[in-house]
């Protein structure tokens, strides 16, 4: 969780974000007086308070750890379960939209689709009259790559890259533009990408 977190720290829209959230704005949309007396209700277990204040420790203070268990108890996470960091930054993603969308400022609810989402789709093309499948034209969202590292030095990263593309051949698939069952090849594209592209290198 912490080399996430300082992943998202690092990026420096989701920081800024992130930063410009502002507690009055939140109680107001809660129905709340913004007075001096109720703003520790309006940011108790408030995931943006809890990174704002992890981002500032990282950028400002001289300690030497910070303890996370306030934004882990905002984000309602279960620690005491391990998982494998491409699975867990799925979740914690997630987890931070979910709350990022209880915001009453649309830059920060849509902060995670607008940093960190594309779209890909799955193109499967026919071997006899070479038409795309209709479900080629679907796109799914995209938040990372999850690759398969190739151990063979300075291009392993281009060499994934095309691996994650390559096409794979389909025995007997339906084509409706055949009406009958084809060969076909089917590949991965990127349709679109998104500001900030989150590479999960996979070594099993
Ligand atoms: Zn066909």
């Known amino acids: 969780m912490n080399s996430l977190v300082q992943s998202l720290f690092m990026t420096h829209a989701f ?4 930063y410009s959230w502002s507690s ?12 001096a007396a109720q703003p520790a209700a309006a940011i ?32 309602s996470l279960d620690t005491s379960v391990q998982q494998d960091a491409q699975e867990f930054n799925k979740l914690l993603l997630s987890l931070i939209e979910t709350h990022l969308r209880r915001s009453p400022e649309p830059a920060l609810q849509s ?5 960190f989402r594309g779209e890909s789709c799955y193109r499967t093309v026919c071997a006899r009259c070479e038409r795309p ?12 790559l999850e690759l398969r590292l190739k151990p063979s030095g ?10 994650y593309v390559c096409k794979e051949e389909l025995e007997g698939v339906e084509c409706g533009h055949c009406s009958s069952r084809q060969n ?7 349709a679109s990408l998104p500001p900030v592209l989150s590479l999960q290198l996979l070594r099993f």
Do not use: M
């Open 15 to 18: 920081r800024a974000g992130i």
């Open 24 to 35: 009055t704005a939140a109680a107001e949309a809660d129905g709340e007086a913004a007075s």
């Open 154 to 163: 300075g291009t392993a990263l281009q060499e994934s890259l095309l691996e």
């Open 44 to 75: 108790a277990d408030n995931v943006c308070f809890e990174l704002q204040r992890l981002f500032v420790a990282l950028h400002h203070s001289e300690a030497t750890s910070y303890d996370p268990t306030a934004l882990t108890d905002a984000l």
């Open 184 to 190: 076909a090849t089917r590949n991965i594209c990127l």
């Open 111 to 115: 902060l995670v689709q607008s940093t």
């Open 133 to 144: 499948f209709a479900s080629s034209a679907t796109r799914h969202p995209l938040y990372e």
